[in-house]
């Protein structure tokens, strides 16, 4: 896991694409949208070190300024309520996060 937190966001991302697919409920899985959000509710001030996962952030939003759910988690220890459509259509709890992420992570995109 060490030598993995070492290497760059964007090699990491060709490792792993799925940490670039934004799910919901998140429950206990782990996406860059996830962590960003747990870093900006941590009370973290942002910095250059998060600037590649924050881009990628910004590139998964959709045409229509939403962003998608890419995966639905499926428990079957929780009550089943539905809280998203379906698979790739807009996701409201997705677009919350990505929002709420983007508007932490300002101080570090407006030097862009």
Do not use: C
């Not at 860059?32 to 924050?54: C, F, I, N």
């Not at 499926?74 to 790739?88: A, F, M």
């Amino acid at each position: 896991m060490r030598a993995a937190a070492a290497l760059p966001w964007s090699v990491l991302t060709r490792l792993e694409r799925r940490w670039t697919r934004f799910s919901f409920p998140v429950v206990w899985y782990y996406d860059v949208l996830r962590g960003l959000d747990y870093l900006r509710s941590a009370g973290v001030k942002p910095d250059q070190r998060v600037a590649e996962a924050v881009a990628v952030v910004e590139e998964r939003q959709h045409q229509n300024g939403r962003w998608p759910l890419n995966h639905l988690h499926r428990d079957s220890s929780r009550v089943p309520i539905q809280l998203e459509t379906e698979v790739g259509s807009a996701s409201r709890w997705n677009t919350l996060r990505a929002l709420r992420v983007l508007d932490w992570a300002a101080p570090i995109r407006s030097g862009r």
